[in-house]
């Protein structure tokens, strides 16, 4: 992860497939029953499905497998997608490739779509559990709004999800996939977060990197966008940008089996904005007039 200009890196775009450690649900959740772990993680499956409609362990059970991270330049430019660890994709391998090359790039930006709420979690657990220091993230003696696990940080950790949602305010149902779509990006195409662990269990390792990786390509075009709504760049700018990754992403299709689904199912943005109806520019008199201002009231003679 730390090859190349670690200077250019201004923000690391990340996501995490993680897998139940069916060996800690036998311990921790049927002690004295004498499950074999794989009995005991479909036994505590099973459970949830019956109370919540869903058999996701929480993630306090889990160990992370796969993590693909996009390096961006500071003008937003796709840099390169990397896959940590691949293809042995050996947990504590890829917990300390992460947080080392996060400390290797000066610590970056971290941008990802509801990491606050997994996969950063995920990330610092399995640090404690591999016996990893990181004391540049957490900075607990220093000014609450500072460290870097502050909430309200996004320099530290921009978290899209916060973004759209204003930080828990809203909920913004459909998460990535949606926010992928609406931009003509693949967004989840055969494999779905839920899938993983049976994926994992049969031995479909190769397939969850490639998921991993199309989950970090929908998360930069989504990101690409928050900066245009954010006023960071233009539209003309993003859209020269998507045109970037993916001639970058052409040239890297025999790399991954990965990218190469993701281009086979691409999709450009449908752009509203005609030569017969523009785009007003942002502040101008022409924009309000035609948004919502009444007609100038005439003079009294």
């Keep these: 992860m730390t090859s190349g200009n670690a200077a250019a ?8 497939e993680s897998v139940a450690d069916a060996q800690l649900v036998a ?15 479909r036994k505590y499956r099973d459970e949830l499905l019956a109370k919540y409609e869903s058999d996701f362990v929480p993630y306090t059970f889990h160990l992370p497998v796969a993590i693909s991270v996009a390096k961006v330049a500071a003008d ?9 660890d691949e293809p042995q994709l050996r947990s504590h391998v890829i917990t300390s490739h992460f947080w080392r090359g996060w400390e290797a790039y000066r610590r970056p930006t971290l941008v990802s779509f509801n990491g606050r709420s997994f996969d950063l979690p995920l990330l610092e ?3 404690f559990r591999f016996g990893l220091s990181l004391p540049g993230w957490f900075q607990m003696s220093g000014r609450s709004y500072e460290q870097p696990r502050n909430r ?42 839920f899938m993983v662990q ?5 031995g479909r390792r190769a397939e969850i990197s490639d998921y ?36 970058w992403l052409q040239s890297k299709a025999d790399t991954s089996a990965g990218f190469q689904l993701y281009l ?3 999709g450009d943005w449908q752009n509203p904005w005609s030569s017969d109806a523009p785009m007003p520019a942002a502040g101008s008199e022409a924009a309000a007039a035609s948004a919502y201002l009444p007609e100038p009231v005439p003079e009294e003679p």
């Design 9 to 16: 890196v201004r923000y690391l775009i990340f996501d995490v």
């Design 27 to 41: 311990r921790l959740r049927y002690p004295g029953e004498g499950l074999s772990p794989e009995a005991a993680l």
């Design 76 to 84: 937003y430019r796709l840099l390169d997608v990397v896959a940590l």
């Design 125 to 127: 657990l399995a640090a």
């Design 152 to 193: 309200y940080n996004t320099e530290a950790h921009l978290d899209l999800y916060d973004l759209f949602t204003n930080f828990g305010a809203s909920r913004f149902n459909g998460g990535l996939n949606l926010a992928a779509q609406i931009l003509g990006k693949p967004g989840k195409m055969d494999v779905q977060g």
């Design 198 to 202: 049976d994926m994992w269990d049969s």
């Design 212 to 247: 991993c990786r199309c989950d970090v390509l929908d998360t930069y075009f989504v990101f690409l966008r928050s900066r245009v709504l954010l006023g960071a760049i233009t539209l003309d700018r993003e859209q020269e940008l998507v045109a970037a990754a993916h001639v």
């Design 264 to 266: 086979d199912r691409w």
